[in-house]
């Protein structure tokens, strides 16, 4: 089992960056592959990124390619979110999450992953 916990959220004007971070506790953390999702009130939680438990695979949705960038230092057990260029859309809070089992194609669904942190907010103003 995996505890994961976010860090780095907070207040940014529209064009700005932020960098979240998550560090995961446990001796097995490179068996994992990471993700961050986000949610708003009243809508599902949406897939952002996501990350092959060695880094050499990444994954993004199309709303954030070119702008966000997950990266992960298996030795330090952390996985980070590198915002740049915010939109007011992208306010929301932000959870990371992990999973042992998952494929290319079910990446994308939080079904496929068990573990989940609390969630960090971002807020982007306009």
């Known amino acids: 089992q995996v505890q994961l916990a976010e860090s780095g959220g907070g207040l940014v004007q529209a064009g700005g960056s932020l960098r979240l971070s998550c560090a995961a506790s446990g001796r097995t953390f490179s068996s994992y592959a990471m993700g961050w999702f986000r949610q708003v009130p009243g809508k599902e939680r949406e897939f952002v990124a996501a990350?092959?438990?060695?880094?050499?695979?990444?994954y993004s949705a199309d709303s954030v390619k070119g702008r966000f960038t997950i990266s992960r230092d298996n030795a330090k057990n952390t996985v980070a979110l590198q915002m740049n260029s915010l939109k007011a859309d992208d306010t929301a809070v932000y959870y990371c999450?992990?999973?042992?089992?998952?494929?290319?194609?079910?990446?994308?669904?939080?079904?496929?992953?068990?573990?989940w942190g609390q969630g960090t907010q971002v807020t982007v103003s306009s």
């Open positions: 990350i092959s438990q060695s880094g050499g695979r990444t």
């Open positions: 999450a992990a999973t042992q089992k998952y494929s290319s194609a079910s990446v994308y669904y939080t079904q496929t992953y068990p573990y």
